[in-house]
């Protein structure tokens, strides 16, 4: 009895430990995290303070912060091939990194980095962005130090169906660490907490799928607390968001990683995604959620496309939705903002037709600023969706109905449907080729409200489209099918 006592009391205080990594540690108020991919750390901290802050964002995912490899013509993925744990790469120094997470703290923008300690660089991968040489082909990455002791035998990845493979061979010949030496989670832990120590609030686990569980579990339990001179509270710790990519009919379940972190629910950007395209009725998303396959909402990080998938890596396929296909990306985000499952991730890309090329240089080397045009959005070779209206406007839909559950469901039987969040907010979406011409109700208080989709408020009136709500709390709603937008989005603090 005794025995089986103390081995509750360990399981307990290991759910203790666990249930935190769950947590956002979001600033109050606030909701929506954005992934400034392969931005640079001085242009984050302005994007925080200039944009992010003021319009409610929640955090920012950046690119990997660590020396990489340096490869030919500087695709976006040598940032994914890790030389050192240095804190040295095309976004900036640890100077300014630093300095970028205390900025975007003060403005209540929490940072979440993409971290990489499944593998090291693979063949080819020499020399790295903060000086150091390694030879992967020896498993030799004197920067860190590894020696070919911290690793896995080589062999190759080919059968998803066999975990152990998955788990101990070589993600596309990158070099495997072995995550079950105490010397690999000291040197990784030593890794997560200096960037602990600086500030951030969580990380991203790339490649976590290929990791066993219980060894990242034995990492994630070295992580000190979160920093309260950045604005934390005391005990908090770090959000984890593991990347494991379970479309079902495979060896390993996203089930053995939601114990211990969130993961990026790969399934909620395919279902989206062929809902808004039009493959799967909008009718359908009345159930939206587990219902769908998706892990528990507060263990899902939930996205359109993420900078894999809307490459056609990853998973997803054609049916992923990207920034090419402007008006149904804005309503599956709108969707997404709008409703309260998961933990919602805008994607900020930089446009490409090749899907290995980096992000816009000034040199081919150096990464470029974005530029901003008169209305807020970017050029310059940065798409910038989060700064798009339709988009950035969701973030405070989001933030002021909190955490109202989804009520007043309307469909057409058919691609028009609406929903409110509690009486605060409500959305409607036209995906048929007619026009919604129709009465609803909107669960909101009679007034004036303004469209936060084609424009915002503004002083005692509308930029876009007004909407008025009856004492009876409906609403005439009218989406053309050929207009700009398929979606209508109003809220309590968009009221005249």
Not at 228 to 245: L, M, N, R
Not at 366 to 375: L, Y
Request: a neutral charge; proline letters at 3%; aromatic letters at 10%.
């Amino acid at each position: 009895f005794s025995m089986f006592l103390a081995k509750s009391i360990v399981c307990l205080a290991l759910l203790a430990v666990a249930s935190a990594q769950f947590n956002t540690n979001y600033a109050g108020g606030r909701s929506g995290m954005v992934h400034l991919f392969e931005w640079k750390w001085d242009d984050i901290a302005s994007e925080c303070e200039n944009f992010l802050g003021p319009n409610g964002f929640a955090g920012v995912q950046v690119s990997p912060v660590n020396e990489n490899a340096v490869k030919d013509s500087r695709p976006w993925w040598e940032r994914y091939q890790p030389i050192s744990y240095k804190l040295v790469t095309r976004s900036g120094n640890e100077a300014q990194f630093s300095s970028m997470v205390r900025r975007c703290n003060n403005v209540g923008v929490r940072t979440y980095v993409d971290v990489i300690f499944n593998h090291m660089a693979a063949d080819g991968g020499t020399y790295g962005t903060g000086g150091s040489s390694a030879n992967p082909s020896s498993k030799s990455y004197p920067g860190v130090p590894f020696s070919s002791l911290d690793f896995n035998p080589t062999c190759s990845i080919t059968n998803y169906n066999d975990a152990n493979q998955v788990r101990n061979c070589e993600l596309v010949g990158l070099r495997d660490l072995n995550q079950g030496s105490s010397y690999v989670q000291e040197k990784v832990a030593e890794f997560l907490n200096h960037l602990i120590d600086l500030g951030v609030a969580g990380f991203r686990v790339d490649a976590a799928k290929h990791m066993w569980p219980s060894d990242l579990g034995s990492i994630y339990n070295r992580l000190k607390n979160l920093n309260t001179d950045h604005g934390f509270s005391s005990g908090s710790k770090a959000y984890i968001v593991q990347e494991v990519i379970d479309m079902g009919g495979e060896a390993i379940s996203k089930s053995e990683y939601t114990g211990i972190g969130a993961i990026t629910e790969f399934r909620h950007s395919d279902s989206i995604g062929k809902a808004f395209r039009g493959k799967d009725q909008l009718r359908w998303l009345t159930n939206w959620g587990t219902a769908w396959g998706f892990a528990a909402s507060d263990r899902s990080l939930v996205f359109v496309d993420n900078h894999d998938n809307q490459r056609g890596h990853g998973a997803g396929g054609a049916d992923v939705l990207t920034y090419k296909v402007p008006k149904q990306y804005k309503m599956a985000s709108a969707f997404m903002m709008a409703h309260s499952f998961g933990t919602p991730r805008i994607m900020s890309s930089f446009s490409f037709t090749n899907t290995d090329a980096g992000p816009p240089t000034t040199n081919g080397q150096d990464i470029a600023s974005p530029s901003f045009n008169s209305d807020g959005s970017c050029n310059g070779g940065w798409v910038c969706e989060h700064r798009w209206r339709q988009i950035a406007n969701m973030v405070a839909f989001r933030n002021a109905v909190g955490s109202d559950s989804v009520q007043n469901w309307w469909d057409n039987g058919s691609n028009q449907i609406s929903f409110s969040r509690g009486n605060k907010g409500f959305v409607a979406f036209n995906n048929d080729n007619y026009d919604l011409n129709q009465s609803l109700q909107t669960g909101l208080p009679s007034g004036t409200y303004c469209d936060v989709i084609s424009g915002k408020k503004n002083g005692s009136s509308c930029t876009g489209k007004s909407i008025s709500v009856g004492s009876d709390g409906r609403a005439t709603i009218y989406l053309g099918n050929n207009e700009d937008d398929g979606v209508v989005a109003i809220h309590v603090n968009a009221k005249l």
